[in-house]
């Protein structure tokens, strides 16, 4: 089979399509490159997976509607794992048509391409942050989810619908996947582990937002690969069991680490893995941001068992040792 991967150079998207070519695939990565974080990270990441002869990588932007309807058309995908988007909760209420360009149209020429080229299934990203300050937890799938708190959450929720008209539709068979707080070695510069690290390495204070009274649903890089190649295996299609309103071929997942932790317990483990004392300035709540996630990934452990097997410290530890090495 041949995979269209989304945002092969950004964190989530560089496993996945390295796992896949280990695996035998034919693998096209696309990205962007953008500048919203280092682009020699992103450029280090692909060259972690350039060996492969089954994979080829293609600079360009899902924005983007004639290049990417030609490339649908050129390459003939079987399956797409669509991970580009325009990241960062904080970054939303700076930039809002950064969101809009990415996260919106670029999920309209993804379906478009789908939709026309005759792809099995399509499997997307979508996030925890569609869940707003919702007080109920742990959070479900079936939850209401109609008061976002930042532009970036309002995006993912609008790509949950725009795959569910297409589902509907067009009988195009869709995942969505809503992450919980993702980290491991070759994490992204923006989240917590990575500025969390940086600055206790090199002595700096670090930043704890809400008097560090919040709480991560934080899940390892590999448990969250191995939930997007087995769910992608799972094509929606209709059944008799069936009784759900929404369309038959379209499936909504939470997948996170069903264990949330404080910050505090999660900056001992930064500490426990460098081997050093933070220097903690304590702040007020953040816009945008939420005080807790935490996944109820009942549907995904029932679909494809899926139960995340990496403890906090030992995904820190990984994290830490590749930042020293990087750094």
Not at 23 to 32: A, R, S
């Amino acid at each position: 089979m041949k995979y269209l991967v989304t945002g092969a150079a950004g964190f989530i998207g560089n496993y996945v399509a390295e796992k896949l070519c280990s695996q035998g695939y034919d693998v096209i990565g696309l990205d962007n490159l953008n500048d919203y974080y280092d682009p020699n990270l992103k450029l280090a990441r692909l060259k972690r997976i350039e060996h492969f002869e089954n994979f080829t990588f293609v600079k360009l932007d899902i924005s983007d509607r004639d290049a990417i309807a030609a490339l649908f058309v050129k390459e003939k995908f079987d399956r797409v794992i669509h991970l580009a988007a325009q990241a960062g909760v904080r970054y939303s209420i700076e930039n809002p048509m950064a969101y809009i360009d990415s996260n919106l149209t670029g999920m309209a020429t993804i379906l478009e391409g789908c939709r026309h080229n005759h792809v099995q299934h399509l499997v997307y990203a979508s996030s925890s942050s569609v869940y707003g300050a919702n007080k109920k937890i742990p959070f479900a799938e079936d939850d209401r989810v109609d008061y976002p708190v930042s532009l970036y959450a309002a995006t993912k929720k609008a790509n949950e619908l725009m795959a569910h008209t297409y589902s509907h539709l067009y009988s195009l068979p869709t995942t969505g996947l809503r992450f919980f707080t993702v980290y491991g070695p070759w994490g992204r510069p923006d989240m917590a582990p990575f500025l969390f690290t940086d600055a206790v390495v090199n002595g700096r204070s670090i930043k704890v937002f809400n008097e560090g009274k919040m709480q991560r649903d934080f899940t390892y890089i590999d448990d969250i690969v191995e939930g997007i190649l087995r769910i992608q295996n799972v094509i929606p299609k209709p059944s008799d069991t069936n009784t759900s309103e929404a369309s038959p071929f379209y499936k909504l997942y939470n997948i996170g680490n069903n264990r949330p932790v404080e910050l505090e317990a999660f900056i001992s483990c930064i500490e426990n893995a460098i081997g050093k004392n933070a220097i903690k300035n304590y702040l007020p709540m953040q816009d945008g941001d939420v005080v807790r996630t935490f996944a109820d990934i009942t549907n995904l452990e029932n679909e494809i068992g899926f139960k995340p097997q990496t403890k906090l410290q030992d995904g820190i530890n990984n994290f830490v040792k590749w930042f020293k090495n990087y750094y």
